[in-house]
């Protein structure tokens, strides 16, 4: 199973960016899928993630400005990001908890996609 992320880039202050994370493999079902970040110097924090009910959850900092989605029919998980801010860059990293046809349960992660807001 792999996770390929996509979708960072350069952006202005106030700009918008929608990252998408495409699942590929022996996939048999899903459970959560997220995007986590992490800046120079810091932690690695989770942004937002979506369960099988399609509920959300997002960090306080996010909330009102990004909006975390997921497409079961194509295994891919987005992130749209608006009203973007300094603070917002980082390296993105997208997460999910798969099920593979083998029956087995494994958390897996993206390659990470860089996202720097810049003027």
């Known amino acids: 199973v792999q996770l390929q992320a996509s979708g960072g880039g350069l952006v202005q202050p106030g700009g918008s960016l929608r990252l998408s994370c495409a699942a590929s493999g022996s996939i048999f079902s899903f459970n959560y899928m997220g995007w986590y970040r992490q800046a120079p110097g810091k932690q690695r924090e989770l942004v937002a993630v979506?369960?099988?009910?399609?509920?959300?959850n997002y960090v306080d900092s996010v909330k009102g400005r990004f909006t975390i989605s997921r497409d079961n029919a194509k295994n891919t998980v987005y992130l749209q990001m608006n009203s973007l801010k300094p603070e917002d860059t980082a390296v993105y990293y997208c997460?999910?908890?798969?099920?593979?046809?083998?029956?087995?349960?494994?958390?897996?992660w993206g390659q990470g996609t860089q996202v720097t807001v810049s003027s």
């Open positions: 997460n999910a908890g798969i099920r593979t046809r083998e029956l087995v349960f494994r958390d897996y």
């Open positions: 979506v369960s099988t009910s399609n509920g959300t």
